[in-house]
Structures are given as C-alpha cells and as structure tokens.
C-alpha cells in the first residue's frame, strides 16, 4: 500500500486499526435520480475499500507477531533462519509510516524490561557464588550486543517519533532499564561494591587476580551506564578501604624501620600503588588513591621534626624522597616543605650565642645558605619556589637581629684586613653581598661600612685593593647608587698618593727621609664630622712637615680648607728600653704624642701629659689604657699600680718591657663594635639623613602623578626608598605633613586622605 495514496486513512487506538474513507464522493447529500451513475461509482469503491481493510488487519498482525518474535530472538540469542535484522527493520519502518509508531514504542519498552528483569534474576542467583562477576560481565556484553542490534532496527522510529515527542531513545532507554533493574538492585549493587573493593584491595596485599579482564569489563560497564552517583559510591567505599590499609601499614612501617628506611618503603609504597591503579586510571581516580596513601603515609606520620633532622644531618637522598612525595602527592606539600625549612631556621635565629659574635653569626649564615642551597640543588630539583622560600626566611632571620647591618660590615672588615685563609676572594664576597640583598636597612650597613673602610684606607691594613674596589662594585650593583660614595672615598685614597709623590718630588730636601704620610679626604664622602675632631699638639718633627705639606696642598688647591684629623691617624716609631733592646712600636698618632714627651723627661703625671697633648679626656684615659694595662703591651707604667687611669696617676716607660716580637702593635686596628651610646647615634645619623630621602622620593611621586590618596603615596614612597631601607608608615606620614607645611602638597578641602602636588 502507498501511504501517500488518500483512498484512506489510519488511525490507531486501543481497538486497533480502523480503516475510514475519505473521497469525497462518499460525502453524497441531496441524491437524485439525475445521479445514478454517480452512486453505483461510490458503492463499488466501499466494497473495496472493506477488503483493503481486512487485508490491513491481517498485515498488522502478522508484522506485529513477526515483531515480537524477532525482538525477543535477539535477547535469547535465537538463531532464526526465516528472521533477519534487515526484515525486522523493514516490518518496523511499516509500522510507523502505517501510524503505528506509539504502539511500536510500548511494545519495545515491555520487551526490553521483561528480559532485563529476567537478566537480573539470573544475576543475583549467581550473586551468591564465585561466578558473580563472570556471569555479570557475561549478561551485560549480551545484553549490549542486544540493545545495539534493536537500536539498529528501531531506528526509524528514533529518528522521527521520540525525537519529535520528546521520548527516550532506544539505547538511553536500555541503558536505564539496565541500571535501574541490575546494577541498583539492592543484591546485586551490594555484591559488586564488595566483590570490586576486595579483588583490588586483594591484589594490594599479595593476592594473585587471575582474571583483571573481568574489573575493567565491571568499570567500563559502569563507565558506559555514565552512573556517576554509583561510580562515586564506589569510589568513597574503596578509598575508606584503602585509607585504613594505608593507616595500619604506615604503624607497622613506624614499628620496625628508622626514619630513612621508612622514607625508602614509602616510597615503593607508592610505586607499586600507581602501577596498580594504572590498570584502571579511566574508572578509578589514580591521583585521589595516591592522595589517600600520601596523607596517612606521609602527611599524618612524617613528623616535622623527622625533616628538622634531615636538614642537620645532610641526608640528601631522604630530603630527595621526601621532596618528591610531598610536592607531587602531598596536598598543599611545597607549602609544609617550606614550613619545616623555617623551622630549622628559628633553630638557628633562637640561638643566643650565634647573636653576640659578629664573625659566627654571618659565618653560620653563610653555611646556613651554601648547605640549603645545595640542598634545594640536589634534594628538591633546583626547585625556583624553594629557593624564593629559602631566601625570605633568610631575610627574615637577617632582619630580625637587630645588629645584622654593623655585623656584615664586621665580617667584611675582618676578611679585608686579615685575608680569606685560602679561599677564593670573590666568593666569599658574592656570598656575603647576597645576603645584604636582603638587608632592609641598606642604608645603616653603608653607616657601619664606611667607618669600617675608612680605618681600613687610613690605617693600610687592607689585603688587596682589588678586592675592596670588587667589592664596592658589587655593593652598587646591588643596592644601588648610594654606595659611588665608598667608590670615592677609594678614589680619595688614589688622590692622595699622587698629591704625596708630587709633594716629596718638590721638597727633595725631605725626600730621602719620608717622615709624613697625608691622605687628603673629601669631608662630604668620609664618616668625619666636627664631634669626632680633636685637638693635638703633634711632635715638632711632625708638626714641621705638617706645615710644609699644608702650603704645598694649599698652593695648588687655593679655594680648599685643609682640617687635619690627628685622631684618625697612625704612627711607627723606633723605641729604646732600658737594657738597650729596641722595638719598632706601631701607634695611634695620640700614641705617638704621648710616648715623645718620654724623650725628655723620665716621668709625667696625668696632667702633664693632658696638657702637653692637649688630647681630650676620655681620647687621653684610652690612649694611656692601651699602653699600661694591656699585658703584652705594657711598654708605660704607673703609680700607683691599678686597674684604671685616674687624674693623680704619675707614668714613665717600663724599662724592663721585654717581647719576643720586634714589631708591636700598640693601636688597636680592628673594629669594634659600637657602644650603646654609639649605637643610639649612628641610628639618629641614618634617620636624620632618610628624611630628606624620603621628602625626595614623595616630590617625584606628586610631581608625576599631580594628586594621590594616602595610602597609595605610602605604597609608592615604600617602593621607592625600599632598595635601600624600609621606610616606617608613620614617618612618612610626618614627612607628607612636613611638606603640606612647607606649601609643596595640599591636602583636599572634601576628602582629607587626597593630596595635591604644588607647582
């Protein structure tokens, strides 16, 4: 029949198929004998049109018989050789183009849940012997060979009818009543979690699994059904196993190995873990199995204080494995990586004795840094957030002792004057010079270093000048251009031994005799202001080469002022005793003063010699100290013999001072560390002088920007000055009040946090 011939309709309802005509020739009113030719047409055509319909009646059934035959041959696996797919696909494309597309639906449905339920019976008989999975996977490769197959015939009726009335597909339809009636079957959903936890927990343990092929036929099941509310469930009930396994293994890991032999299994521990789950990565979370075990293996029992141990006693190969752990399966692992590397840090800041000496403690930091350093190196990969980590720590344990800008410069003052003891220079100072990267206060280490170099220069007691001009360098390379000023002062030093070769060259009277060095300083550049200038009656033999220099200088130099700094001087002199043995004395210029006045007489008093020296009292009392209490060195004594200096003291050389060393320092050449008092004064200098720095730094910011609010002012003030020092907040805010003062910034009228820039 051609459905697009409109001798008839079809209509389809619970009574089945009811054939109704509709030519309008049948439609006849008002019939008349004039028409009876037309009648006899319409009584011929309803005769046939009774037969069409019980030929359609008897096709239906026979289609409908056919049908279902076929469609539950294909579940059974029948082999039928009068049915083919071809026929079964050709009888359901009938069936829709003849209307009966509804019933096709339901008919296929019924099918479908008769055999799945079916299915699931068989299932869970043999749930309860050692076939489940086998007769699992068995059924559901059937049954998916199936529901393919009668996809394949319904096709059609996808295409047209449960697209258009929004009905589930053939295969969607399959895969639900599977789920529905199998998988969540409470027997069977049941047996399955149970029989897939204990295969792969077995294998963990040692159980040999004959058949893996059987789990990843179960997970690509589950997989395929896109159930992922199951495959979840599945997953918690597995991961809750093998937590508890993880657990107990890790205390009898603890029971019997060390630390280093635990790190070892651990290790292999997890190996063997993510080979296994890699069987079945696509079901199975490998990363979320690997956390499990990470956390109660590693994170829960790997004690920080195990790492602190690791870190002291360079047990690279552990920190290797513990590095590798942590920071591909640990949650958050680099993080507490980081943490136990400040701890052993704080082991070291807490130290109080590493805090007193300046030369230990920048030493131990020193080792501190090449030890972590290497570490990170071999141990954690060169790992560059490492690194940065190990660094801030550094720099907060650097910039939480106070002392740490005078103690660097100590350190440097030490290597410079005494030598590196056989290590390379430059080293040395490339370590050093990082670790004053990390200084805040940049500018109170320049403070301390200029002091620091400048007895150095002064006195001639550096190792090389190479070194100190590398050094000068790298420190400006560093921190800026702050530091051209110690750049200077060695220039100041190059200076001045020309100036000196011409004066010599000029009075070849005193040439042959050189009697007087001069360094001529630049008082801007050098740590030399009026309070450290003191008066001194120099020798007459100095006092006349003093003079002639000083007309010589002043010559070429008419518009200078020469201001001599006798305090910061040094002297050499050839010293007879009483027993006729000499010694070349090497001295402080008020030294000096004080041993020439001997010359002449056999004993002064305190007031003499202050008078004679005109050195000022607390210069005098130290000067006199250093010759008569030092033993060693005692080359003055005294009356009456005490422990101090005191005004009613009378003094005269010791005849009987005796040393094995023809050579004797008698000043003392190192530097010291400030007293309290100094300390407080050389914290006002560097403040004093990071105002006009700062006022600086706020002009070029308002001058830029033309108006700020104050919070930005102080974040850009901070990122200007930081390469050299910290500012305070609250400092900067009394230098932005400073200058609304001083009519270069405004404050807004409305908002009181806006500042303007003033032209």
Known sequence: MDPDNPEFSCEVNKGGPIIVPTRKEIQVQNMTSNSM??????????????????????FLKDSWKFLEHGLNAIFHKQNDDYISLEQLYSEAYNMVILGQVTRLYMVSVTIMTSHVKEISKSIEEAAEGDFFLEELSRKWNDYKMAIQNIENILIYMDRTYVRKNDKTPIRDLGLNLWRDNVVYSAQIQSQLQNTLVE?????????????????????????????SDYETSLEIRFLEVSAEYFRGESQKLIECCDFSDYIRKVKNHLIEEMIRVSHYSDFICGKKIVDVMCKEMIENRIESSWLVTFFLDDRYED???????????????????????????????????????????????????????????????????????????????????????????????????KGFEGVNAEIILDKVVALIRLLHEKDMFLKYYKKHLAKRLLLGKTVSKDAERSLVVKLKRVCGNQFVVLEKMIVDMETSEEMLQGFYKSHTEVSDDRKLSVQVLTTSLWPISS????????????SALYEKYKSYYLGIHTQKKLSWQVNMGNA??????????????????????????FNDVDQLSYKDIAKATQINTLDLIKCLYSMVLVKGKNIIK??????????????????????????????????????????????????????????????RIMKSRKQLDHNNIIAEVTKEVKSLFLPNPTEIKKRIESLIERDYLERDNIDNNLYRYLA
């Open 37 to 58: 030719n037309q009648t006899i047409k319409i009584f011929m055509r309803s005769r046939n049109l009774e037969e069409e319909s019980m030929k359609l009646e008897k």
């Open 199 to 227: 295969l792969l927990h077995g294998e963990r343990i040692g159980k040999v699994i004959n058949n893996k092929d059987l789990i990843r036929n179960t997970f690509m099941m589950l997989k395929y059904l896109g159930d």
């Open 319 to 417: 920190l290797r494995n513990v590095y590798m752990m942590f920071t591909h399966y640990v949650s958050d692992g680099l993080r507490k990586l980081q943490k136990v590397v400040r701890n052993t840090c704080q082991l070291f800041l807490t130290d109080p004795e590493r805090l007193k000496d300046p030369m230990v403690f920048v030493q131990d930091l020193l080792d501190k840094k090449d030890k972590y350093d290497s570490i990170l190196d071999s141990s954690f990969n060169n790992d560059e957030k490492c690194h940065a980590v190990l660094n801030s720590f550094f720099e907060y344990i650097i910039n939480m002792n106070l002392h740490s800008p005078e103690f660097l410069s100590l350190f440097l003052d030490v290597k410079l004057r």
């Open 531 to 542: 309070t450290t200038h003191s008066s001194c009656n120099l020798p007459i033999e100095v």
């Open 572 to 597: 050499e002199i050839i010293a007879t005793f009483g027993s006729g043995h000499k010694h070349e004395l090497h001295v402080s210029t008020y030294q000096m003063c004080v041993l020439m006045l």
């Open 638 to 699: 005294k009356e009456p013999m005490n422990g101090h200096i005191g005004e009613d003291d009378v003094f005269f050389i010791n005849d009987m001072f005796k040393s094995k060393f023809y050579k004797i320092k008698l000043d003392s050449v190192a530097a010291e560390r400030e007293s309290k008092h100094e300390k407080l004064q050389t914290q006002k200098n560097v403040e004093d002088d990071r105002r006009p720095q700062i006022d600086a730094a706020i002009m």
